[in-house]
């Protein structure tokens, strides 16, 4: 099955911690995003990638940090510079073919993380 | 800069009653419009889009959005609601800033 895997779904961390959401894909696309969630205020563009080793911040990029050394991996760290870290992350990805052509994203079952 | 504007946070419905879920975008050049929908702590799913062509665009569950160039406009509607269909809907915009844009949702809660 083709799709996009977040791991964990729940996370706990001590404040001052930093720590890192996995997200996979096997749809072989070429564009990922990280999205944070919070009530009311819809989903706000941390960071994104439209091509393997290289990335873009997005809206709220403070405090995060993340990598695109293959294809289909595109982790984000939430380092303790973060200074309200708990929410819940959506990652998602996108074709980005030749033509451009926009298609929808795809995402994956979020991770939500609550720093006590 | 792109934008999306969901006017209504909160949208109670009987069951079986119609629906509409507004959403205005900004945008200075050509758009693709989506609606995704959420459950409780799950990730969004694709519910329709408009990426070109006829300018009502119908999702299989029955909801249909039609594109509004003039009112730049995407609203979604179903003409019966169920209760399945409470959950969150985020209109979203994808222009020449190659990436989505999202709007702040609109909870639909379906009452018995």
């Known amino acids: 099955d083709g799709g996009i895997t977040q791991s964990p779904k729940y996370l706990f961390r001590k404040e001052g911690q930093n720590v890192t959401l996995s997200c996979e894909q096997n749809l072989n696309h070429d564009a990922m995003y990280w999205y944070r969630q919070d009530p009311g205020q819809g989903l706000r563009l941390i960071y994104y990638s439209q091509i393997v080793n290289d990335f873009q911040k997005g809206d709220i990029a403070e405090g995060y940090s993340v990598s695109r050394e293959k294809k289909e991996s595109f982790p984000l760290t939430v380092t303790s510079a973060q200074k309200n870290p708990t929410a819940f992350y959506l990652c998602a990805s996108s074709i980005r073919g030749l033509m451009d052509m926009n298609t929808e994203a795809f995402f994956g079952q979020g991770t939500r993380l609550t720093v006590v | 800069a792109q934008s999306v504007t969901q006017l209504d946070s909160q949208v109670p419905v009987f069951e079986e009653a119609p629906v509409e879920l507004r959403c205005n975008y900004s945008?200075?050049?050509?758009?693709?419009l989506f609606w995704y929908v959420q459950y409780p702590n799950q990730g969004l799913q694709l519910l329709l889009k408009?990426?070109?062509?006829?300018?009502l665009v119908e999702s299989i569950n029955g909801f249909e959005a039609e594109f509004n160039k003039s009112q730049t406009s995407f609203h979604l509607r179903k003409p019966s609601v169920h209760i399945s269909d409470t959950a969150e809907y985020f209109c979203a915009v994808d222009g020449s800033a190659r990436q989505l844009t999202f709007g702040s949702g609109t909870q639909l809660t379906v009452l018995p």
């Open positions: 945008s200075s050049v050509s758009v693709y």
């Open positions: 408009y990426l070109s062509g006829s300018t």
